[in-house]
């Protein structure tokens, strides 16, 4: 009786939500209304909500408890807690294998389609392999954190020590269950980042930069929580650094982790980077051997950890983010130094935001295409990004 309870809290919760604030902000606001939930109780609407909005239109044919059922079915490996909203039938199904899942729910339901998981597959990026990109919304994503310079042996012995399921997947990244706490074990932006792995990733364009023996001006023009300055720190160790982003909040929320990181000796500014108004302040210098243009974007290619997005996003969005970024370019990128680099990122799986922003760029600046590549982080639980390096002509 207490699931069925649990069900038909999430059914009202799904059907009063508009998408009008992130579905955790929603699930928040509503538990702190509502006081007669415990700590169970939230954990399972909440999981419920998640399932439902991580099949996305898949299983529209369907009313809202039995799609409740079929997002359950599919998004976990065992009937657990769930038994008693399921007949023998589908518990005798239930098969660890999610493939297996799938085939099931296929045989049953003959409008099924993996393909409308993800209902925008016709614009996806180059060499995204859409069935199993579709697939992994019903998978929960892990937890990622880079490992800083010469902390390697005091991460791993502190996750040893915790008793803490983890996985090393290569020098410098570490995978954990998506709930795991880290943050009593390990010294956040100190010893790791918390950063996932296809972001990770973004070291491999920069080492394509040749070092010299002075330091490497940068500017981080959309910086965000600073990651993107704090992996470029780590990667060439000499840098001379300039941020800057929208809000001022951000900015602020970043001189405090720039703090935890060590980063003491850089330049910020507040800006609207896509205005047409828009100029670098005199304070600040002007032209930089490498500018990272992590522009904002749809987030397509992170909806496995926000699946509410799946439903509530409009294609005409698209459009919109694709404007807003030529913008930021057409502004950033004239700062770019002679023998200069310009790395663009987006963490979205659409091809107007990825490869047409590519084309842009090359048929309206005198900059020529290093490396392009889409990180289809989904492989291994992770988030899928896309990232592009330039240099200026005169280094080819």
């Known amino acids: 009786m207490r699931f069925q309870y649990y069900l038909s809290v999430a ?68 009937v657990g807690v769930w038994s008693s909203l399921f007949n023998d039938e589908w518990i005798h199904h239930w ?73 090393l997947l290569n020098e410098t990244c570490i995978a954990l269950p998506n709930a795991s706490k880290i943050n009593d074990v390990l010294n956040i932006n ?9 972001s990770q990733q973004i070291a491999s364009f920069l080492q394509l930069i040749p070092s010299t023996n002075k330091p490497i001006s940068i500017w981080d023009c959309c910086a965000a929580s600073g990651g993107k300055s704090i992996l470029a720190k780590d990667v060439f160790s000499h840098i001379t650094l300039t941020v800057s982003d929208v809000r001022k909040t951000i900015v602020q929320n970043l001189h405090h982790r720039f703090i935890q990181a060590g980063i003491n000796h850089y330049q910020s500014f507040i800006a609207d980077i896509a205005s047409n108004k828009f100029d670098i302040p005199k304070t600040i210098q002007q032209k930089f051997q490498l500018i990272i243009c992590d522009v904002p974007c749809s987030g397509s290619g992170t909806w496995s950890r926000t699946p509410e997005q799946i439903i509530f996003f409009t294609a005409e969005k698209m459009n919109e983010y694709a404007a807003l970024q030529k913008s930021i370019i057409n502004n950033a990128i004239k700062h770019v130094e002679p023998n200069g680099y310009f790395l663009y990122i987006t963490c979205s799986v659409f091809k107007k935001e990825n490869e047409e922003i590519v084309q842009y760029i090359q048929e309206n600046f005198s900059f020529e295409l290093i490396k392009m590549n889409i990180l289809q982080g989904f492989e291994k639980k992770a988030d899928t990004m896309f990232a592009a390096l330039f240099s200026t002509k005169e280094n080819n």
């Open 95 to 167: 098969h660890e294998k999610l493939n297996v899942r799938i085939e099931f729910i296929l045989q049953k339901f003959s409008s099924f389609s993996v393909e409308n998981i993800f209902p925008f597959v016709q614009h996806l990026s180059n060499d995204i392999a859409s069935s199993n990109f579709c697939i992994s919304h019903l998978v929960q994503p892990n937890l990622f954190v880079r490992i800083r310079p010469s902390h390697s042996t005091t991460v791993i012995q502190k996750l040893k020590n915790a008793k803490l399921d983890y996985q």
């Open 11 to 78: 059914i009202t919760l799904i059907t009063k939500y508009d998408g009008a604030m992130p579905l955790a902000f929603y699930l928040k606001k509503y538990f702190s209304d509502n006081k007669k939930h415990g700590s169970k109780d939230r954990k399972y609407i909440s999981h419920v909500c998640y399932c439902y909005y991580r099949l996305g239109k898949s299983a529209d044919f369907l009313d809202i408890e039995e799609k409740i059922k079929v997002a359950l079915f599919l998004c976990n490996n065992e």
């Open 190 to 198: 100190q010893e790791v980042v918390i950063q996932d792995y296809s």
